[in-house]
């Protein structure tokens, strides 16, 4: 059972589109992290959203918490060639010791 | 330099054979991970280290073992290698939350 369900998978747009890539879950988190992963390199942090309704602005990204802290959304404003990449959602539940649960990722192609 | 550097960055092995992914770190931190990467699947905890004796099984860790020799360095071994290993792996620390992430090894057991 995946407990962070992460869609869409796929996502192929032209330069200047919006988007929206949502996290999902039936359990709550005590955070939720976005990461940004290019080829050849490993994930690296965006975002950390910790309190239920959070909103976070990264330049054109928007980052939303779910008030039952069960869920969060990435939200690209007007998508650029250079936000082409694996997006993926990692939250951290009660008790695991901080460790990482991630979803499957979002492998977001921007064409220009 | 790299904060977190592994090595080798691409290997091919043949089944039945004892490999050893090498990771180390400059950050000083005190909290190591050891990733898989499938296409499709996402990120998957093998082992874990809150500090150099403390050593823990994450979600998927048969076939694999892992060493701390020192705080900033975290192996991790596949003792006879099988071809549902080739995947992507990642070495990770972390601290206050935020993890980082070494560049990755490509690893392929034919």
């Known amino acids: 059972t995946q407990l962070l369900e992460q869609s869409p998978q796929f996502l192929s747009i032209q330069e200047g589109e919006n988007l929206t890539v949502y996290c999902n879950s039936s359990s709550v988190f005590s955070s939720l992290q976005w990461y940004r992963q290019e080829p050849g390199e490993g994930p690296v942090l965006l975002v950390t959203?910790?309190?239920?309704?959070e909103v976070k602005k990264l330049k054109r990204l928007t980052f939303q918490f779910g008030d039952a802290r069960k869920d969060s959304s990435l939200h690209i404003t007007a998508a650029q060639p250079g936000d082409t990449g694996l997006y993926l959602c990692?939250?951290?539940?009660?008790?695991?010791?901080?460790?990482?649960?991630f979803g499957k990722g979002t492998k977001l192609s921007v064409k220009p | 330099d790299a904060d977190v550097t592994q090595t080798p960055r691409n290997r091919i092995t043949k089944t039945g054979k004892r490999i050893m992914l090498e990771c180390s770190q400059t950050?000083?931190?005190?909290?190591m991970y050891w990733y898989r990467q499938d296409p499709g699947l996402g990120l998957r905890l093998i082992y874990y280290?809150?500090?150099?004796?403390?050593?823990n099984k994450g979600e998927i860790s048969d076939g694999y073992s892992v060493s701390r020799q020192a705080q900033a360095k975290f192996s991790l071994s596949l003792e006879s290698a099988i071809p549902n290993q080739t995947a992507l792996y990642f070495c990770?620390?972390?601290?206050?939350?935020?993890?980082?992430f070494g560049p990755g090894t490509r690893l392929t057991v034919l």
């Open positions: 950050k000083g931190h005190d909290r």
């Open positions: 990692a939250g951290v539940k009660g008790g695991s010791q901080g460790n990482l649960i």
């Open positions: 280290s809150f500090d150099v004796k403390d050593i």
């Open positions: 990770a620390t972390s601290a206050f939350g935020e993890q980082f």
């Open positions: 959203v910790v309190t239920g309704g």
